[in-house]
């Protein structure tokens, strides 16, 4: 088991930055999977980017080339670098761990794109 906690949303205005941080209680090095996912009101929830074991990653089409995920092992902590935003990219942000075949998420942070 594993418990998250995400930091780093508000509001920023179109062509802003945030970097999201997701907090772990335990080491993540271990973790062959750590996740960005997000909603938006009256949506569900979508997949934005992954990051495994290897440091390989993968992004949603919508976000590639702006947002860069990050893991550091040393300090249990999972990021997401958001740079040019968007007002689609309002949403609330979850991180997610996958351990044993089982998602845990965090509680999710509010992220509010506008001018």
């Known amino acids: 088991q594993v418990q998250l906690v995400e930091s780093g949303g508000g509001l920023v205005q179109p062509g802003g930055s945030l970097k999201l941080s997701c907090a772990a209680s335990r080491s993540i090095s271990s973790i062959y999977v750590l996740g960005w996912y997000r909603q938006a009101p009256e949506k569900q929830r979508e997949f934005v980017a992954s990051?495994?074991?290897?440091?390989?990653?993968n992004y949603a089409d919508t976000v590639k080339g702006r947002f860069t995920i990050t893991r550091v092992n040393a300090k249990n902590t999972l990021y997401l670098q958001m740079n040019s935003l968007k007002p689609e990219d309002t949403a609330v942000y979850y991180c997610?761990?996958?351990?044993?075949?089982?998602?845990?998420w965090g509680q999710g942070t509010q992220v509010t794109v506008s001018s």
């Open positions: 990051i495994t074991i290897g440091d390989n990653t």
């Open positions: 997610s761990a996958t351990i044993a075949g089982n998602v845990y």
